[in-house]
């Protein structure tokens, strides 16, 4: 079964620093997001992402906050300065084109200091 | 847009006992409905989806769901659950056909299963 992976599993950082999550995509899927989930709270959409650029973003989705399709493989998140409310798990997923398929990461578990 | 309601934060069921977790949605168009399953430190899950045709769904575990459009449910049941059926279920709609597919969640709804 083809996985969404996610590194790394667990990140903490300072507040004020910047933070990169990455995410490799299931190799044939052509549709990109990121979701999160504050402790206790739902799971949110952040921005979706396909053909290079941003196809939708929410209203979390900030100045602070860029994503990037580096190479053929690789889907990260940026924070350029984090704060301690960005504390949450930030879930990648993707699906396909011609067949419904929408796959989630296991989640990198972000904490602000 | 669309919306999801889990009705019941937490559920607590004796082992062996069935269980159903509530879901309504609300949508203007045609959706997709899903269930995923998260266990404590982990991901999301995928348990089961309804894209169309049969209304009653099974998936993984044993759980089934049954979409009624009339009363814009989507309900998961299990008719006997174990201590490892024990996480946290979300309830999720999305729209659009193939490709692009924004999922919207509900809050959740904590299964606690009673040994």
């Known amino acids: 079964e083809p996985e969404v992976t996610q590194t790394p599993s667990h990140q903490v950082t300072q507040m004020g620093q910047e933070v990169i999550l990455r995410c490799v995509p299931i190799?044939?899927?052509?549709?990109f997001y990121w979701y999160r989930q504050i402790l206790g709270q739902k799971v949110e959409f952040l921005v979706s992402f396909y053909n290079n650029e941003i196809s939708e973003k929410s209203e979390i989705f900030d100045d602070q906050f860029s994503v990037e399709r580096p190479d053929g493989s690789n889907f990260t998140l940026k924070i350029r300065s984090t704060k301690l409310e960005d504390s949450a798990m930030y879930f990648c997923?993707?699906?396909?084109?011609?067949?419904?398929?929408?796959?989630f990461g296991s989640g990198t578990r972000l904490t602000v200091v | 847009a669309q919306s999801v309601t889990q009705l019941d934060s937490q559920v607590p069921v004796f082992e062996e006992a069935p269980v159903e977790l509530r879901c309504n949605y609300s949508?203007?168009?045609?959706?997709?409905l899903f269930w995923y399953v998260q266990y404590p430190n982990q991901g999301l899950q995928l348990l089961l989806k309804y894209l169309s045709g049969s209304t009653l769904v099974k998936g993984i575990n044993g759980f089934e769901a049954e979409f009624n459009k009339s009363q814009t449910s989507f309900h998961l049941r299990k008719p006997s659950v174990h201590i490892s059926d024990t996480a946290e279920y979300f309830c999720?709609?999305?729209?659009?056909?193939?490709?692009?597919?924004?999922?919207?969640f509900g809050i959740g709804t904590k299964l606690q299963v009673i040994p």
């Open positions: 997923a993707s699906s396909a084109d011609q067949d419904y398929g929408y796959t």
């Open positions: 190799s044939n899927h052509l549709y």
């Open positions: 999720a709609v999305s729209r659009g056909a193939g490709g692009y597919q924004k999922v919207t």
């Open positions: 949508s203007s168009v045609s959706v997709y």
